[in-house]
């Protein structure tokens, strides 16, 4: 990359910073892991992760009142910090170092399928809040459970994470990150739809959850209302961050065993 990609680059990050779609750190590690992915696999592959920044930050803000209204909304505006920017895309970094050494078709498959699933889980929570039927816990489905509380599922949340991934996938085509193969395409897809469910699973049945007493919902959160919040359930040490890690690299995964099971 040169001076003025660098510099194309910083603006972009300035301006995800002024229309608070990431924070200052957000903003900062946001910059050196487009920088990351450019030096070492090219723009379109930059391109990719600008995407789902611009489509993650268009759904968050979506209803956002009413989205504070139930107390499920993104704090600070929906402006994601640099742990929330390092799990969504972290491995993605990681894959795109890895393309630049070796140019594997399969860590492209992996780097779209991580990008893919942080896409399909954001579309997956921030549009299935929207929807008029309660969520249902993936792991016990007879179970409801408020709006916004990982693990729960909508029928609308799932549709809105297949045009997700639908997304990304065509996109990764057309800018020939990945092969523009219908194999390929339905590859990352598939990986990426998968892995935002594995976010789920795992949401539902390690993820840490409190409760506020102030307001008597439940939260991700360890303050709620200006008060601390209890403890009920889950890993203390697995919060939303690492879920989101911990999905985007099962997605990779998935992309790479499907890649070598129909290669």
């Keep these: 990359m040169d001076a003025a990609g660098a510099a194309i680059l910083l603006a972009i990050t300035a301006l995800s910073y002024r229309l608070r779609a990431t924070d200052l750190w957000g903003s900062i590690a946001g910059y050196l ?3 990351i992915i450019a030096l070492s696999a090219g723009w379109p592959w930059v391109v990719v992760l600008i995407a789902f920044l611009v489509a993650g930050s268009f759904a968050t803000r979506y209803r956002y009142p ?23 895309s972290a491995v993605a970094a990681l894959l795109a170092l890895g393309f630049g050494g070796a140019r594997g078709a399969q860590l492209a498959l992996m780097f779209a399928a991580a990008i893919a699933s942080s ?3 954001t579309f997956a929570t921030e549009i299935g809040l929207l929807s008029s039927s309660p969520p249902l816990l993936i792991n016990r489905p007879k179970s409801r459970v408020n709006p916004g509380i990982s693990g729960g599922v909508t029928l609308l949340g799932e549709g809105a994470a ?13 800018l020939h990150v990945i092969s523009p193969s219908v194999t390929d ?30 307001c008597g919902s439940y939260t ?11 403890w009920v359930k889950g890993i203390k040490l697995l919060g939303n961050n690492g879920v989101n890690l911990l999905s985007t690299i ?5 992309a790479w065993l499907l890649f070598i099971f129909i290669g």
């Design 250 to 254: 099962g997605a990779a995964g998935i």
């Design 119 to 121: 896409t399909a889980d």
């Design 220 to 230: 991700e959160t360890k303050e709620h209302c200006g008060k601390a919040t209890k």
């Design 33 to 35: 892991i487009g920088l």
């Design 66 to 88: 009413y989205k504070a209204a139930i107390h499920a909304a993104e704090e600070k505006g929906g402006a994601r910090g640099y742990r929330n920017v390092l799990a969504n």
């Design 185 to 214: 395409v339905l590859v990352v897809a598939l990986a990426g739809f998968l892995g935002c469910n594995i976010d789920s699973l795992l949401g539902g049945l390690a993820q840490t959850l409190y409760r506020c007493d102030v």
């Design 162 to 174: 297949a045009l997700a991934v639908a997304f990304i996938s065509i996109l990764s085509a057309s």
